[in-house]
């Protein structure tokens, strides 16, 4: 059983989200997967395994620290890369096809990125005053600040918040504790001129209840893109940074095709490979 290290979104060296990738664990039971990702501490640890479904190159469940995602952005490109560096082989050339809890999700080369193709929402739309006046309060941003209150739910269930401007994104300061579970997130567009045309911030509460930013969300910024694109104020392509405030530095490259899929796109680079597991 081995692990390797990624680091997935960043712009330069260490800048994006880090993954920790498990192969070889085929005989890890859902306990020790948790117990293995609480001890890393890091956002998401996947674990790759044999495919049950004949058209997938492999299948991969995917860890937080409060238990199982059916889905998630930085994991399926990490653990993507981490299997290719591994000697994993497409079924079909430069089209990777991965088996996850909401089912396929098609990955590809981007120029010097790997994209994922946005899954459908399970949910969208507006959300409930109840939920968009505790999203608020969870965020610490001011009611009129806010352009729009949406579902974003692609699988961790996002609850999201547009603001007037990316300025504002950056400025929020969350509450220190939140209910479990909670998934949260903040965008707002920069001025012209800018190398980013949107700012992301994504919040989660972890198993103690204390309120967590993500360094690099995928999940959030594919619900993120199909939303801009949807609404009509985004058209092609865009970047969106994260993670400033915790000394990140992602650059998530989304776009539209004339077919309407929504793909989004990162570098990933590995930072270690191959370490022995024996717990």
């Not at 990316?166 to 001025?191: I, K």
């Not at 985004?234 to 095709?257: K, P």
């Amino acid at each position: 059983m081995q692990i390797d290290l990624v680091d997935v979104f960043g712009s330069g060296p260490l800048s994006g989200n880090p993954l920790a990738v498990v192969r070889g664990g085929e005989d890890l039971d859902a306990e020790s997967m948790l117990k293995l990702t609480r001890w890393l501490g890091y956002s998401e640890t996947t674990f790759i395994l044999p495919p049950t479904d004949t058209a997938a190159d492999y299948r991969v469940r995917i860890f937080y620290p409060a238990g199982e995602l059916p889905f998630a952005g930085h994991p399926t490109l990490g653990t993507a890369h981490a299997w290719l560096t591994s000697g994993g082989v497409p079924k079909q050339a430069g089209r990777i096809i991965q088996e996850c809890g909401i089912g396929l999700v098609e990955v590809r080369q981007d120029a010097d990125r790997l994209a994922f193709r946005a899954p459908d929402l399970l949910r969208s739309g507006p959300l409930s005053d109840e939920d968009r006046a505790e999203t608020i309060r969870l965020t610490g941003v001011d009611e009129d600040q806010v352009i729009a209150a949406v579902h974003a739910d692609n699988g961790p269930g996002w609850k999201l918040l547009h603001l007037k401007s990316a300025e504002q994104v950056v400025a929020a300061n969350p509450v220190p504790r939140a209910p479990m579970p909670t998934d949260v997130g903040l965008l707002g567009a920069w001025g012209p001129g800018h190398d980013k045309q949107f700012e992301v911030r994504a919040f989660f509460a972890d198993p103690t209840g204390a309120m967590v930013e993500d360094p690099v969300t995928g999940s959030l910024n594919a619900a993120v893109a199909q939303y801009l694109f949807g609404q009509g104020m985004a058209s092609g392509r865009y970047v969106a940074g994260q993670g400033q405030r915790i000394g990140a530095d992602g650059h998530v490259h989304c776009s539209q095709e004339t077919d309407g899929s929504v793909w989004v796109a990162g570098r990933v680079e590995t930072v270690a490979q191959g370490a022995r597991l024996t717990f």
